[in-house]
């Protein structure tokens, strides 16, 4: 059985094949740990990158919010104020329709016009003999206009009535403003009414400035010869 023996070059040429196995080893590692460096900057780069995108977008998110939250604050003040200030927003107003209607209970040819008003504000009321409303405002009117004659103009306009029932309600009810009758509902229309009781209030240009929904009131009624008259 044959003896095995060292190689000419012995322990020295075994310790020369380690020493060159390790420096390859470090080489390797030193290269493997510059790729990794570069990777990491790399990675980190992009990492800062999109970190950068995300907050632009959440920047912006943000300040659209803000800016929607700021408007919804304005909105809300804007009305919560004229709630507070007990002012309701108006539309500007509009002028009134031309009517000439039979003077109720007067003679042949006489009208109730809004023509002969010119440059004076006025009341205009709609009502009849059959509308149960009526028959509670009307009274107030009356009474109105009695201690009211001659700094407020107020006319009644008697829709789709007989004449014997408006003339009959008109009396019982002690109307002594003058009141045109309607019979075909034609000025009421024109007025875009489609119930009564309804009343409009015009300034001196005979611009409708307020308009009430059912009987009128004695608060209402001085809002609306305030707003009538407002700049003269």
């Not at 060292?6 to 060159?20: C, F, I, L, V, Y």
């Not at 045109?180 to 209030?201: E, K, R």
Request: aromatic share 8%; with cysteine.
């Amino acid at each position: 059985m044959a003896d095995w023996h060292a190689s000419p070059d012995g322990a020295a040429g075994e310790r020369r094949r380690r020493a060159g196995s390790d420096a390859g080893d470090k080489a390797t590692t030193d290269k493997v740990k510059r790729s990794m460096g570069q990777q990491t900057w790399q990675g980190a780069a992009r990492e800062v990158g999109r970190a950068a995108l995300r907050h632009k977008v959440l920047s912006a998110v943000i300040a659209v919010c803000v800016a929607g939250s700021l408007i919804a604050i304005g909105m809300v003040g804007s009305a919560s104020g004229q709630a507070a200030s007990g002012q309701a927003a108006r539309p500007a107003p509009v002028a009134a329709p031309a009517f000439s209607l039979p003077l109720l209970g007067g003679e042949s040819g006489q009208q109730v016009a809004l023509s002969r008003y010119q440059g004076q504000p006025l009341i205009v009321n709609f009502f009849a003999s059959w509308c149960e409303p009526c028959k509670t405002e009307t009274p107030l009117l009356a009474t109105f206009y009695r201690a009211e004659k001659g700094k407020v103009a107020l006319v009644g306009l008697d829709e789709n009535d007989t004449l014997g029932n408006a003339t009959s309600f008109t009396r019982a009810y002690g109307v002594g403003y003058p009141v045109g009758w309607d019979p075909h509902f034609t000025v009421a229309s024109a007025f875009g009414v489609n119930a009564l009781p309804q009343t409009f209030f015009l300034n001196a240009r005979h611009q409708i400035v307020d308009r009430i929904f059912g009987a009128v009131t004695l608060a209402s009624l001085n809002r609306g010869i305030a707003l009538a008259t407002a700049g003269g």
